[in-house]
Each structure stands twice: as structure tokens, then as C-alpha cells.
């Protein structure tokens, strides 16, 4: 894959979504070949951006390989600066970062832009907490529209104040603990970011911080956290688990090699699976038990996918993950398995669209509240190429009888993205899949989570089958 190189500077404010400039329509058809190579995908967002935030509150001089650098991360870098800590780009994918301490972040000079990336604003709501400084968040304007009580309000009993928009909405003003409590809090529903945010707090609360969670979700903070020296407990209690970290911790720097995005990987692995006569390999794939939902979904439908070469590089499960083009059948994914793969729902409905019965996906509340409001654009994504997909609860129904003869259904959409990067590139996999090409109205937001999809997609096609589309969706 091609060396994209970033800017290191802050994203100016009408970079990515909902940027001033034109969209960019993109359409995917059936490449006529199978997709052949070996690939490497951007580094998992989630610990590119717990490396950045522990980083500014270690002692000493932390080296970060593999960091995502599209634009949602390069946010928390820029926050990270603006908090006081230094944070430099040393090479493609190549960072350090010289933090301050636990406790030791500054006052901001001006508002923290976040973009588009919820995970980077809830997170740094809990770092946020536990110090004695003012900061202002915003984002753009599908970040300014999620819902952030589900963090403030657990984090307010530390001490903090938070005063925002109608249901905590951004822009949010935070007022740190200047003596930050420690927290016992139960999460009413799993959810990685809320556990994080308060176990960022905690690290600044003198004492035990304490979470509970209904069921095991991504513990990419809780392996950093260990990582640079913190004390943290895990303990299962049937199906819930329970976390304790001790506060006021001396963090030290440590390396960080961050993986290959499991979340990223999936689009090149589904469309593999999809297009016949392929053969697909993404290389150094993260496996952290608790994100790799999809591969067991996708293996329970009957998809040909193997690892290889797994190790362990810095605390987290790593292997090359290959997939082979495969006839799929419908399953019924229990509502448990989300946490391990809620970010993976749209293409892992992409995949059900071309699946022998009916694929129940069950416990999607979650998906209400990403981007967009994700389950209903997965549902409108499948309808615009004819496959019957329904909601029932928080249960996704998608029903077929196979793939389509050609000239068949699915194929032939043209879908909306609500600037949510997962449906469009969710989308293209279709297009390259179906009978008929697939068309989406935006494709400009992509690289804020995986610079060069469209060009990586390409190679492996062996073309053009995703060019730009004049028009867009309807």
C-alpha cells in the first residue's frame, strides 16, 4: 500500500466532515476478477488514540508505531499539544509524545476541536475530569449531535462540571476536579468509551476507581493503562466484569506498536469473501479477544478465513488474517457479541445481504448513536439495492436466498452517508460485490479513519472499480 503522508498540524476546522468543499460521489462495480494481495490497513483507532492520551500523562518520552493518522486521531494529537504535553510526528506512522504526569495537564488555550471522533471527545471528557483546568470541546457538526451525558454524568460525582447543550451535547465546557473523587460506577450498558472515561478520571482520584460492566467490552485502556505502569484488576463475576485501578499512579513511558486495525481490516476481508475467485491477506490484524466478533460471525456463516503468524507486540493479540472468497449462510448473532464488534455491523450486513436464509443481528441500540444514526443508514444502504432488511427492536432482520444470478438483486443503489466514513466504504464493498455498481454521495470522509481506501481496494482489484461518480446519491 502506498506511503500516504499526513500533515502533522492540526485538521483545520472544516477539514473532513462536513467540510466546505464539494463532496466527493464515488461508485463501486464488480472488479470482473477476483481481489488477489497482501495488504496492510491503517492502525487500530482506538489504541492509536490511548497511546496518544496515556503518552501525555506519562513520565519521560513515549515512541508510538503504527499510529492511525487520519484526521480523527490527529485530533486527540493536536488536543493532547494544546493540553501541554509534546507531541511529534517523527516518520510515516512514527510518533513520540513527552508527557506531563498524571495530574499534570494545562489549561487550553483555546476551544478543542474534535472533529468527528466521539471516541477522542468522550475519552478526553474523562482526562478532562480529573484535572483542575477549563476546556471547551466541539466538533463538527454530526460529532456536535451525539449524545455526551452518558459520560458527564457518571463523571460529574468525581467533582467535574459539564455544561452543554441539550442532552450534554457539544459545544461542552468542562470545569476539572481540582480534588478528584474516585468512582464505583455500574455502566447501565456496555460501552467501552464510558468505562475508559471514567478510568481516566480515576488515574487523577486518590484511591480505588471502580467499574462494573454488564459484559465484557474492548480492554484496550485497561492493557494500556497496565502497560505504562498502572495497577488495574480484572475480575469476571458471571457475565458481568469488574474493574479496579488504583489512582494517583506514576505512569512511565513505554513503546507502543499499534496494531492493524480490526475494524479497518473487515472491509478487504468481507469484499474478499464476496467477490468470487479471491483471495485476500491483511497483515499484523489486532486480535484482542474482545474485538474479534465479526471473524467469529463471518466464520459461523461459513466464510474460508485463517490466521497466521500470531504473536503478541506491546500487550495486544496480532496475526495476518486471510480470506477466500466463500458461500455464506445466514446466523443469528446474539445481542452479547456487540461490544466485540460494534463498529463492524454495516459491512458485516453487507456480507448477511449476500448470505443463503435470514441473518438476525440482534441488540443494535448501540448504533443509534454513532456517526449517524447507523442502524437505520445500514437498513437504507441494504433497501437501495433491493435486499429485504427490516427493524425489530434493536434486532436487524436481513433476508435472502443467496447470491443473485447476474442481472439479479442486490445492486444498483445509490446510498446517502450521513458523513458516517463505515456506511460509504460499507457501500463501495457492495458495489464491488453486486450484479450492478453501487453509488455513494460522499467518500471525502473516508480518510478520517482509513487513508488510502479507495486506492488499497484498487490494488487489490486490479483497477479502477471505484471511480468518481457524477452526481451522487439521490
Not at 138 to 145: F, H, V
Not at 150 to 172: D, I, K, N, Y
Not at 408 to 420: C, F, I, K, L, R
Request: net charge negative.
Amino acid at each position: 500500500m502506498p506511503d500516504h503522508m499526513i500533515d502533522p498540524r492540526p485538521p483545520s476546522p472544516s477539514a473532513g466532515h462536513g467540510a466546505a468543499a464539494g463532496a466527493t460521489p464515488m461508485r463501486a462495480s464488480a472488479p470482473g476478477q477476483g481481489l488477489a494481495g497482501r495488504v496492510s490497513v491503517p492502525g487500530d483507532k482506538s489504541i492509536s488514540h490511548r497511546a496518544l492520551m496515556v503518552g501525555a500523562l506519562a513520565v519521560g518520552s513515549t515512541e508510538i508505531t503504527g499510529l492511525l493518522e487520519g484526521e480523527d486521531v490527529l485530533r486527540t494529537a493536536a488536543a493532547m499539544r494544546a493540553l501541554g504535553a509534546e507531541v511529534e510526528r517523527v516518520a510515516p506512522g512514527h510518533w513520540r509524545v513527552a508527557g506531563r504526569g498524571v495530574g499534570g495537564l494545562v489549561e487550553p488555550a483555546d476551544v478543542l476541536d474534535m472533529g468527528n471522533s466521539g471516541t477522542a471527545a468522550r475519552l478526553i471528557c474523562g482526562l478532562l475530569a480529573g484535572h483542575p483546568v477549563f476546556a471547551v470541546l466541539t466538533g463538527d457538526a454530526s460529532l456536535r449531535g451525539r449524545p455526551m451525558r452518558r459520560v458527564t454524568e457518571p463523571l460529574s460525582a468525581c467533582g467535574a462540571r459539564f455544561t452543554g447543550r441539550a442532552g450534554g451535547r457539544l459545544p461542552l465546557a468542562v470545569e476539572g476536579a481540582a480534588e478528584p473523587m474516585p468512582l464505583d460506577y455500574t455502566l447501565p450498558v456496555p460501552s467501552a468509551q464510558v468505562k475508559s472515561a471514567v478510568l481516566l478520571a480515576g488515574l487523577c482520584a486518590r484511591g480505588i476507581t471502580r467499574v462494573v460492566e454488564p459484559e465484557a467490552t474492548r480492554d484496550h485502556t485497561e492493557n494500556m493503562l497496565r502497560h505504562f505502569g498502572a495497577v488495574v484488576r480484572v475480575e469476571a463475576e458471571g457475565h458481568r466484569r469488574v474493574i479496579e485501578l488504583e489512582g494517583q499512579p506514576e505512569l512511565r513511558a513505554a513503546p507502543v506498536a499499534v496494531p492493524a486495525d480490526p475494524s479497518s481490516a473487515a472491509f478487504p476481508l468481507v469484499a474478499a469473501l464476496l467477490v468470487p475467485g479471491s483471495e485476500v491477506t491483511v497483515e499484523g490484524v489486532g486480535l484482542n479477544p474482545l474485538r474479534t466478533g465479526l471473524f467469529a460471525t463471518l466464520l459461523e456463516m461459513g466464510a474460508d478465513l485463517t490466521v497466521s503468524n500470531e504473536r503478541v507486540e506491546g500487550g495486544e493479540r496480532v496475526g495476518d488474517v486471510t480470506a477466500r472468497y466463500s458461500a455464506l449462510r445466514a446466523v443469528d448473532v446474539p445481542g452479547s457479541r456487540a461490544p466485540s464488534m460494534i463498529d463492524e455491523y454495516p459491512v458485516l450486513a453487507v456480507a448477511a445481504a449476500f448470505a443463503r436464509g435470514t441473518t438476525r443481528l440482534r441488540g443494535l441500540g448501540e448504533l443509534r448513536v454513532k456517526e449517524s444514526d447507523r442502524l437505520a443508514a445500514t437498513v437504507a444502504l441494504l433497501a437501495a439495492s433491493g435486499v429485504p432488511a427490516s427493524v425489530e427492536g434493536d434486532d436487524l432482520v436481513i433476508a435472502r436466498d443467496g447470491a443473485p444470478a447476474p442481472g439479479g438483486e442486490p445492486g444498483g443503489g445509490s446510498v446517502a452517508t450521513h458523513m458516517d466514513h463505515r456506511i460509504a466504504m460499507s457501500a463501495l464493498v457492495m458495489g464491488l460485490a453486486a450484479a450492478r455498481p453501487v453509488s455513494v454521495d460522499d467518500t471525502g470522509f473516508i480518510d478520517t479513519s482509513f487513508p488510502g481506501f479507495v486506492g488499497m481496494m484498487n490494488g487489490l482489484a486490479g483497477g479502477d472499480a471505484i471511480a468518481p461518480f457524477e452526481g451522487g446519491a439521490a
